[in-house]
Protein backbone atom coordinates (compact mmCIF):
# COMPACT_ATOMS: atom_id res chain seq x y z
CA UNK A 1 0.00 0.00 0.00
CA UNK A 2 2.73 2.70 1.16
CA UNK A 3 4.49 1.77 -2.46
CA UNK A 4 1.59 2.47 -4.56
CA UNK A 5 0.82 5.97 -2.55
CA UNK A 6 4.49 6.79 -3.43
CA UNK A 7 4.19 5.83 -6.89
CA UNK A 8 0.94 7.88 -7.15
CA UNK A 9 3.10 10.79 -5.68
CA UNK A 10 5.46 10.32 -8.43
CA UNK A 11 3.22 10.15 -10.91
CA UNK A 12 0.97 13.05 -9.92
CA UNK A 13 4.06 15.23 -9.45
CA UNK A 14 5.65 14.62 -12.99
CA UNK A 15 2.06 15.52 -14.65
CA UNK A 16 2.33 19.26 -12.53
CA UNK A 17 5.92 19.24 -13.93
CA UNK A 18 4.85 18.53 -17.46
CA UNK A 19 2.33 21.23 -17.09
CA UNK A 20 4.20 23.47 -15.75
CA UNK A 21 7.25 23.16 -18.99
CA UNK A 22 4.41 23.18 -21.41
CA UNK A 23 3.06 26.59 -19.52
CA UNK A 24 6.30 27.94 -19.33
CA UNK A 25 7.36 27.26 -23.51
CA UNK A 26 3.65 28.81 -24.67
CA UNK A 27 4.53 31.72 -22.34
CA UNK A 28 7.83 32.28 -23.92
CA UNK A 29 6.70 31.93 -26.91
CA UNK A 30 3.66 34.32 -26.20
CA UNK A 31 6.05 37.11 -25.16
CA UNK A 32 8.74 36.27 -28.35
CA UNK A 33 5.12 36.76 -30.68
CA UNK A 34 4.24 39.84 -28.83
CA UNK A 35 7.31 41.45 -28.87
CA UNK A 36 8.29 40.82 -32.50
CA UNK A 37 4.91 42.34 -33.30
CA UNK A 38 5.26 45.38 -31.23
CA UNK A 39 9.02 45.80 -32.62
CA UNK A 40 7.81 45.36 -36.46
CA UNK A 41 4.89 47.67 -35.76
CA UNK A 42 7.48 50.15 -34.18
CA UNK A 43 9.67 50.14 -36.82
CA UNK A 44 7.00 50.19 -39.50
CA UNK A 45 7.94 47.63 -41.56
CA UNK A 46 6.31 47.51 -44.73
CA UNK A 47 4.95 43.62 -46.07
CA UNK A 48 4.62 42.55 -49.22
CA UNK A 49 0.69 42.85 -49.28
CA UNK A 50 1.13 46.37 -48.79
CA UNK A 51 3.37 47.60 -50.98
CA UNK A 52 1.57 45.26 -53.78
CA UNK A 53 -1.89 47.00 -52.55
CA UNK A 54 -0.29 50.40 -52.98
CA UNK A 55 1.46 49.68 -56.47
CA UNK A 56 -2.74 48.86 -57.88
CA UNK A 57 -4.55 51.62 -56.26
CA UNK A 58 -1.50 53.99 -57.18
CA UNK A 59 -1.10 52.75 -60.99
CA UNK A 60 2.49 52.71 -61.10
CA UNK A 61 5.16 50.14 -60.09
CA UNK A 62 7.32 51.01 -56.73
CA UNK A 63 10.10 48.44 -55.34
CA UNK A 64 10.24 48.05 -51.55
CA UNK A 65 14.09 49.64 -51.97
CA UNK A 66 12.23 52.94 -53.97
CA UNK A 67 10.44 53.63 -49.90
CA UNK A 68 13.51 55.81 -48.27
CA UNK A 69 11.63 56.04 -45.29
CA UNK A 70 8.02 55.50 -43.57
CA UNK A 71 5.86 55.69 -40.22
CA UNK A 72 2.74 54.04 -39.56
CA UNK A 73 0.76 57.16 -37.75
CA UNK A 74 -2.10 55.39 -36.73
CA UNK A 75 -3.84 51.28 -37.64
CA UNK A 76 -7.09 50.47 -36.16
CA UNK A 77 -7.01 47.57 -38.30
CA UNK A 78 -8.37 44.52 -36.23
CA UNK A 79 -9.39 41.15 -37.02
CA UNK A 80 -13.25 41.83 -37.94
CA UNK A 81 -12.71 41.11 -41.81
CA UNK A 82 -10.55 43.85 -42.00
CA UNK A 83 -12.40 46.88 -40.71
CA UNK A 84 -10.26 49.55 -39.91
CA UNK A 85 -8.60 52.94 -40.19
CA UNK A 86 -4.95 53.41 -41.64
CA UNK A 87 -2.94 56.55 -41.69
CA UNK A 88 0.58 56.23 -42.94
CA UNK A 89 3.65 58.36 -44.52
CA UNK A 90 5.91 57.08 -46.90
CA UNK A 91 9.31 59.12 -47.84
CA UNK A 92 9.26 58.17 -51.43
CA UNK A 93 10.03 59.68 -54.84
CA UNK A 94 6.70 59.79 -57.27
CA UNK A 95 6.32 61.26 -60.34
CA UNK A 96 2.76 62.89 -60.14
CA UNK A 97 2.91 64.41 -63.39
CA UNK A 98 0.34 61.39 -65.25
CA UNK A 99 -3.48 61.41 -65.29
CA UNK A 100 -3.47 58.98 -61.87
CA UNK A 101 -2.53 62.68 -60.23
CA UNK A 102 -4.91 65.67 -59.17
CA UNK A 103 -3.74 68.93 -58.66
CA UNK A 104 -4.92 70.53 -55.38
CA UNK A 105 -7.49 71.52 -53.87
CA UNK A 106 -9.02 68.65 -52.88
CA UNK A 107 -12.73 67.57 -54.12
CA UNK A 108 -15.62 67.80 -51.96
CA UNK A 109 -15.82 64.18 -51.20
CA UNK A 110 -11.99 63.71 -50.69
CA UNK A 111 -12.22 66.62 -47.84
CA UNK A 112 -15.77 65.03 -46.37
CA UNK A 113 -13.28 61.72 -46.45
CA UNK A 114 -10.59 63.84 -44.09
CA UNK A 115 -13.43 65.68 -42.20
CA UNK A 116 -15.11 62.88 -41.21
CA UNK A 117 -12.02 61.20 -40.05
CA UNK A 118 -10.43 63.67 -38.53
CA UNK A 119 -11.45 62.32 -34.66
CA UNK A 120 -8.95 59.36 -35.44
CA UNK A 121 -5.93 60.66 -37.95
CA UNK A 122 -5.26 65.05 -37.91
CA UNK A 123 -4.01 64.98 -41.19
CA UNK A 124 -2.38 68.61 -42.18
CA UNK A 125 -2.30 69.50 -46.25
CA UNK A 126 0.72 70.61 -47.43
CA UNK A 127 1.33 73.16 -48.77
CA UNK A 128 2.13 72.17 -52.34
CA UNK A 129 0.59 68.75 -53.22
CA UNK A 130 -1.36 65.84 -56.06
CA UNK A 131 -3.47 63.60 -54.46
CA UNK A 132 -5.32 60.94 -55.48
CA UNK A 133 -8.44 59.45 -54.12
CA UNK A 134 -10.48 56.45 -54.69
CA UNK A 135 -14.13 55.74 -53.21
CA UNK A 136 -15.10 51.94 -52.90
CA UNK A 137 -18.56 52.52 -51.46
CA UNK A 138 -21.48 52.75 -53.81
CA UNK A 139 -22.49 55.92 -54.90
CA UNK A 140 -25.67 55.99 -53.29
CA UNK A 141 -23.94 56.05 -49.43
CA UNK A 142 -21.41 58.55 -50.91
CA UNK A 143 -23.30 61.55 -49.45
CA UNK A 144 -23.88 60.63 -46.09
CA UNK A 145 -20.56 58.29 -45.30
CA UNK A 146 -17.79 57.39 -46.96
CA UNK A 147 -16.84 53.70 -45.74
CA UNK A 148 -14.45 52.33 -48.06
CA UNK A 149 -11.65 54.76 -49.19
CA UNK A 150 -8.22 55.50 -50.02
CA UNK A 151 -6.73 59.09 -49.84
CA UNK A 152 -3.22 59.75 -51.49
CA UNK A 153 -1.45 63.27 -50.66
CA UNK A 154 1.72 63.62 -52.27
CA UNK A 155 4.03 66.62 -50.66
CA UNK A 156 5.62 67.58 -53.52
CA UNK A 157 8.12 69.30 -51.59
CA UNK A 158 9.19 66.82 -49.34
CA UNK A 159 8.52 63.59 -50.80
CA UNK A 160 6.07 62.53 -48.48
CA UNK A 161 3.43 60.02 -49.83
CA UNK A 162 0.68 60.54 -47.09
CA UNK A 163 -1.57 56.91 -47.30
CA UNK A 164 -5.15 56.89 -45.28
CA UNK A 165 -7.16 53.87 -46.22
CA UNK A 166 -10.93 53.61 -44.41
CA UNK A 167 -12.83 50.32 -45.03
CA UNK A 168 -16.01 49.14 -43.01
Known sequence: ML????????????????FLVIL????????????????????????AK????LQRMLEIEIKESDIMDQQELYNSYGSWLGDGLLYRQLKIHLDT???????QPLSTEAEAFLEQISSSVDVA???SFSWKFILRSPAEHSSRFIENAS??????????LHWISSDS
Open 3 to 18: NTMKKRNRTGGGVKKT
Open 24 to 47: AVLAVLLAAFLFMRIFFKTIGMFD
Open 50 to 53: SLEG
Open 97 to 103: SGDVWLA
Open 125 to 127: LPQ
Open 151 to 160: LFIYDTETGI
